[in-house]
């Protein structure tokens, strides 16, 4: 029986429930030393003197260092040329947050006092808090290489002026994706011990060989005596592969102090620290038809970068305008994006990472056209999308092939589950009734560039390759261990692996183990983001399963005498097919396949042992239909979700249960950034939401419950047919529920309200109408 | 920064008395009672007392007693305590009730009611209740005990009219057997602050107070004099603001903080049975 | 070099039915006893500012946030921990297995707090509906999940032999 599409129980669990996993901060090996960091409070300022005296003069500490202590190490890795973010500021800071000296003694408590007692002297220079300031003329500049705050403009990529002249109806949206907080619920994490014979870093991170080998390049020391432990982390999304800097002024301060050195971010820090995500500001033009038919679009993008531009940060309009397009066949798509930096936390990978702002982006347009023309939401859609025969789809972007999907099929089952001429009525009967709330009604059809991917993908970001290993190795009593590169953060890949390679070699699930996010003991690896874990390297653990098994059944018909293509396993037990009494259990084999006389000639002992270094030739591209019903009330301005119905068409499902989990968790952060956080700042550049009780990560009586539905195109890319899910969520919810908070609050001409639609915002607009 | 209070001295007290002489004999001392409001500032060193006295093993601080018209709450009466007290529950029913919406389960296990009351945050939930129902704070000091009424208690932000060398030792409610309350707490997410808070206690000497509408936790003169007078709820309600100066932050206007007051001071009197 | 004279003082806790007795200093919070001094890591410090629940225990069977209590207040009291609510054999209590069976974590963070809240919940309510689930359990973040299967975790616990036993 496969176990492919079973709901099987998670293996990481027993330890996590009974606090038995290992969490970086967990650690404490003999003779740790704790370190803390001095931040800027200062958006932008010179840095005119530090005192660290008092520090020093305390007991227990070990080491105190500015910028000048650090003046023979790099800057941090995946910085730009002549942007570099220094480890530790040395003439300026430029963002709230910024690094200007660290502590390290013997205690956390006295290392908490050594960097309260640092006296930082700093002469403000003017701060740029916002892409509207960084673009004025005679703004501030943040780095003099850029002469001006741009970082890299790409005009409309193609004249679209005849397309739309010559269109019947156009209308614009500008339309601001905001910045939000990654938070996960542990912040970063690391410890570095610098031995006599190498370095070890256990890291809160998502890609501990990229890790290993970004610190060996960066101190100059050989991977062979680097190691990386990435142990259980405690979420990440996306967050945990941006380079944080104490990650390596933690190493660094190990070697020169001799003992471990462990960093705990706080949450206060984190939320300045650990990059930001989206923080994008769109100009979309669309030409239409009345039959809501569209037939140009131009979108441009000004992405705001924070204070040092990173590799990651960079690209993320590029998957955004990559992805402008949605699920629909647009004939003329123009795209032009700018990344801009201003003195804030810098911007990189968030959950999505840019193709949450591309759905919301189209899915808005596409309700804006539905306004426009009096077309129903539903109808534009299905006007305009790529059929389910329309595959692979060449998109404007050389980047995105679309190579499956069934955006109408997607939206059918979802209208399955919606009843939405009653919805339609009870809006009706609601606008009537001054005293009832008012609903709306949004959906989105969304789509998603996913697995990364093809080769040269992940190389673009500054990754060593983007396929991802996979080694099976057999052990003598028939169990298996499975190693993987792809490091997980909570998404189950010890569970799903552990399914995909049952399988593929007819081993008990209950006798796989997968082992993880250690560079001393997995071949080689990429990492988990990008929804890529399942799609590349499940689909590796796929393939090494396949070719120990198919060595497996060579050597169980040689015991058995017979031919390998007879040879079939069922429970554990390979026999001849027909004939199940003439048989050898899986233990034999692979006790046996360590035994040179009990082996067919020309096999080598050890043989049950693969290494896969997984290729595939495209992304993936899940996608969906999601629809979301909300109540607002007339009198607050508040909005409560009511409903919230999900279709996903993630491919090939491996465990049903964990599928839901993570479009579950995708779509409450998807629900966060629509309804509840934005990271703020002030004129002068000044954090507003810098901690949890300012920046709202919602509870649980602020969610909604969830009906989920599926469809299943099958990934073409892979032979599991898996697409990946943990992106999903978060691209898919947000313009559902933008668009109900709009449809609403329609019949008081409103046609957009930016993220996060709070209560204040939408008072204004109900007062304004009276 | 946060998560690491700096150093102090810690004592311990086990009487009134005791606390007192210590709170005479030590420079910056403070007052450790649930520690919900105060351990949260220590964190962020945003307060760094030299010493610490811990006045939470204090017996005759703690309880409720049925003082024949009023309610005696002792100050380190937890809100767990109080939320489930049955004799609160029949006497003074709003404060029960409140005291089941303070922060979260967690916060109201540990934190005090007394605590929550000198700390004086004009976003608390508690002194609402106090002021709406009338309470009468006890302070004790070396000269013996002082009663202060609600409404002169909080004098300004986080500021209380406990002196330096006092103690809120109990808070009397008076009983409220019977009446109609409310209490409207808007916030955006469930475990926060209110971003505007109302409380009302129907009865014979009815009163309106309201959560986070200005420096200090007021009531609502204007509009619980309407409502003494016999006024109708929209027009107690339009009231509800007046003399009021509000604060701005990320989650309301001034213009729109009053508003909210007005909405949910309607809604407080529906609830309290106001028609 | 200077020196600051620390004061020092015995905080004794029962922990998990074990007596735990240390000298600290007086501003030790509870969680870094918990961790340090109990060497019970399943509690996490997940915020500064009583928002996330991570470090969530019981103390004397009442959930308490263990970041926002001093060592010192515990002293003489009994705390629960995660690794206290099990039946010691590596069975887990119904609300551990509740998680586990309905998915109730993913990168398990914020799961020892929001299971000992959980905990508390149905010791005090052995048959809370979802929205009473919700609201027991606003004190706690979980960033993974979206609460749906969280809430369905509690309602397995219910089930299934509620809060469970404990030293």
Known sequence: MSLIGAKVLRKEDPNLITGQGQYVDDLAPAGCSFMAVVRSTEPHARIVKVDTSAARSMDGVLAVWTAADIASLPARPASLPGMDMPLIAGDAARFVGDIVAVVVATDRYVAADAAEAVVVDYESLPAIASLGQALAPDAPMIHPVLQGNTVFFQDYTEDLTAEFDAAPRTATLSLVNNRCAPAPIEPNVVLADWGATGLTVWAAFQAPHHLRNTIAAFFGISQDTTRVIAPDVGGGFGAKINFASEIFLAAALSRAVGRPVKYTQTRSECMVAMFHGRAQEHKVDVAFDDSGKILALKVQVTQDQGAYPDATGMGLPVLTTAMAAGCYKIPKVAVSWRNVVTNTTPVAAYRGAGRPEASYMIERIIDLVADETGVDPIDVRKTNFIPADGFPYQTHSPLAVYDSGNFAGALDELLRHVDYPALKAEQAARLADPTAKLLGIGFSSWLEIAGFGPPGSLEAFGHLASWESAQVRVQPDGSAIIYTGASPHGQGTVTTFAQIAADQLGIDFDRISVRHGDTAVIPQGIGTMGSRAVAVGGEGVKTASTRVFERAKKIAAHLLEATEDDIVVENEEFHVRGTPSKSVPWSQVAWKSFQPLELPAGMEPGSLDATVFQQVPNFSFPSGAYCCVVEIDRETGEVEIRNMYLVDDCGTVINPMLVEGQVHGGVAQGIAQALYEHMQYDESGVPRTATLMDYLVPAAPDLPGYVSGRTVTLNPSNTLGAKGVGESGSVGAPPAVINAVVDALSHLGVKHIDMPATPQKIWSILRGSK | MGMIPARFDYRQAGSVAEALQLLASCDDAKLLAGGHSLVPLMKMRLVSPSTLIDISGIAELQGITDAGSALRVGALTRHRVVERSQVVAQHVPLLAHVAGLVGDPQVRNRGTIGGSLVHGDPAADLPSVALATGATMVVTGSGGERRIAASDFFVDFLETAVGPDEILTAIEFPKRTGAGFGYEKFVRRSMDYAIVGVAVQAGEQPGIALVNMGSVPRRAEAASQALASGAGVDAVAALAADGTNPPEDLNASADYRRHLASVLTKRALLAAGYR | ?167
């Open chain 3, 1 to 167: 070099m200077s020196t600051i004279e620390t004061h020092t003082t015995r905080v004794t806790v029962t922990v998990n039915g074990r007596e735990v007795s240390e000298e600290v200093e007086p501003r030790t919070l509870l969680v870094h006893f918990l961790r340090e001094q109990a060497r019970l890591t399943g509690t996490h410090v997940g915020c500064d500012t009583s928002n996330c629940g991570a470090c969530t225990v019981l103390i004397d069977d009442e959930a308490a946030k263990s970041c926002t209590v001093l060592a010192v207040q515990a002293n003489g009291h009994k705390v629960t921990t995660v690794e206290g609510v099990g039946n010691g054999n590596g069975g887990f209590s119904p609300v551990q297995e509740g998680f586990r069976q309905e998915h109730g974590l993913q990168c398990g963070y914020c799961t020892p707090g929001m299971i000992m809240a959980c905990t508390a919940l149905l010791a005090e309510n052995p048959q809370p509906n979802e929205h009473q689930i919700r609201e027991a359990l606003e004190g706690n973040l979980c960033r993974c999940t979206g609460y749906e299967t969280i809430v369905r975790a509690v309602q397995w616990a219910a089930t299934n032999g509620g809060a469970g036993e404990w030293a």
